[in-house]
């Protein structure tokens, strides 16, 4: 069994990768058009590897873009053996990673309510005033 450092090693090195496939656009799918990588997690065995996508839309194109790299599993895992040097390469099980999404809320959030607190901080001087 790999140590962990170089199970993280393989981790970035597989999310490297296949990030920039995308971008180079060597994997001719309409469906995965401004996606991202956000995570690679490979298990202790080297069977599975997990890579968590993210796209600027959100979960509403979710099932497509998971068909989309399901359908290119074959064609990337292929690609990415021949980049990455391991003896066999895992098997790539694709997820959908809500944090970008739940980022934007919580910063969506955080700004309505700094435009909130300059409100709250003028009411309690007026009543100060007032007296």
């Given at each position: 069994?790999p140590?962990k450092?170089?199970?993280?090693?393989?981790?970035?090195?597989?999310?490297?990768?296949?990030?920039?496939?995308?971008?180079?656009?060597?994997?001719?799918?309409?469906?995965?058009?401004?996606?991202?990588?956000?995570?690679?997690?490979v298990?202790?065995?080297?069977?599975?590897?997990?890579?968590?996508?993210?796209?600027?839309?959100?979960?509403?194109?979710?099932?497509?873009?998971?068909?989309?790299?399901?359908?290119?599993?074959?064609?990337?895992?292929?690609?990415?053996?021949?980049?990455?040097?391991?003896r066999?390469?895992?098997?790539?099980?694709?997820?959908?990673?809500?944090?970008?999404?739940?980022?934007?809320?919580?910063e969506?959030i955080?700004?309505?309510?700094?435009?909130?607190?300059?409100?709250?901080?003028?009411?309690?001087?007026?009543?100060?005033?007032?007296?």
């Open positions: 069994m140590s450092l170089r199970l993280q090693r393989i981790n970035d090195r597989i999310r490297e990768e296949l990030s920039e496939m995308l971008v180079k656009n060597e994997i001719h799918d309409p469906r995965l058009a401004g996606i991202s990588i956000t995570d690679v997690t298990d202790r065995e080297l069977a599975y590897a997990d890579i968590f996508v993210s796209a600027v839309e959100g979960s509403a194109r979710s099932k497509e873009i998971l068909a989309g790299m399901e359908s290119a599993s074959g064609f990337i895992r292929r690609m990415l053996a021949e980049r990455v040097d391991l066999t390469f895992p098997r790539l099980r694709f997820r959908w990673d809500p944090t970008p999404e739940r980022a934007d809320r919580i969506q955080l700004y309505s309510l700094r435009q909130e607190k300059p409100a709250a901080d003028e009411k309690p001087s007026e009543k100060n005033e007032e007296e």
